[in-house]
DNA sequence: GTCTATATTCAGATAGAC
DNA sequence: GTCTATCTGAATATAGAC
């Protein structure tokens, strides 16, 4: 047999992940991708109909574990209302600490054609959203939502970026600031 | 005269900085960029010694503009501290607004590489800090000025990433989140 | 200080044989 | 489904003449 299948989709996308967060975005190119896969070229487009789609696809695992990440953070806590919030947020960030290439591909250079399927960001909005919902009330729920991500989504990205240059405990930091804006919306 | 000086740092800066905030990052090439300048690519390698020096030197124009932005919010208003406060990150992210693709080369893709003096960085977390030391104390300011960091940071990032897709008065929400960190460490 | 000309490397992608 | 072979284009950067 000459050319019995080597890959597929999964394959694929596991080790462009793995190089991704070993090299960079930019370390990840067609090329390399298939060398690393033992395979040539061609035989990607096969399986991906672009490069763009290939990422994008990565961006969808990104999203999922993102959710899933904090779907187990939340069934793990049986804690009050502040604490399960406290705790997803706390999920959030540990998955974007193992995956920061990926994070930043996602959630960072947000190019509209790698963006994936909002579905996908529905449902991470809204499972932080309902609990929201029940420390703020509805109507305020859809801003402190926003309040929330926007401050954890910055914290991730700094301190990746280490743009915290001044040290101190960046992990009770984070616990603070959250309790925080938790406590700036429940006066 | 055959070869008149026609281009010096500045002019060479103020181009790149057009033509990144029209075509994005990625758009910023150094044959282009001579292009647009009238003159061959090799000429500016005789002002900057490679592309990256000269990314970074956009970077500190970059800071330098936040900076600028915030001292000027700050000393037109003569409101109480939180109001001080919530002027100086909203200059902050009119500024973002006003840049977005330089905003992001500087605090997105963080490229050891090309992040600017450090200078300039401490310089625009002492001005917030001085202020937030008087809200919250000394000894939490530094938690407390890069939460307001994150919050603001990330808030910025998310909407020029297109992510709060479901509308909103945008404005108004980001009033209220700074309004409630700043309240959150009040108490 | 700018030019012409070019080196070098690499990118993403495709045609067509097997 | 994978291969060989190749296209096309663009990138950063440099040597050396004027």
Redo the contacts with the bound molecule.
């Keep these: 047999m000459?050319?019995?299948?080597?890959?597929?989709r999964d394959s694929i996308l596991q080790t462009a992940r793995a190089m991704m967060e070993l090299e960079g975005v930019d370390g990840?190119?067609?090329?390399?991708l298939?060398a690393a896969l033992?395979?040539?070229?061609?035989?990607l487009?096969?399986?991906f109909?672009?490069?763009?789609a290939l990422l994008r696809e990565l961006n969808t695992t990104t999203n999922a574990g993102l959710v899933l990440a904090m779907h187990t953070a939340l069934h793990t806590t049986d804690a009050d209302l502040p604490q399960k919030i406290l705790a997803m947020a706390q999920a959030y960030r540990i998955y974007a600490h193992e995956h920061p290439v990926s994070y930043g591909l996602a959630y960072t250079n947000v190019v509209a054609e790698l963006r994936p399927d909002p579905e996908f960001l529905e449902k991470l909005a809204l499972m932080l959203q309902v609990h929201i919902a029940e420390l703020v009330g509805p109507g305020e729920s859809l801003p402190a939502l926003r309040g929330l991500w926007a401050l954890v989504h910055g914290f991730v990205v700094l301190e990746l970026g280490g743009q915290f240059q001044r040290g101190g405990d960046l992990d009770a930091t984070f616990d603070q600031i959250v309790t925080a804006q938790i406590n700036g919306w429940q006066r």
């Design positions: 000459p050319h019995p299948a080597r890959i597929d990840l190119s067609v090329n390399r298939a033992g395979v040539k070229p061609p035989s487009y096969h399986h109909a672009s490069k763009a």
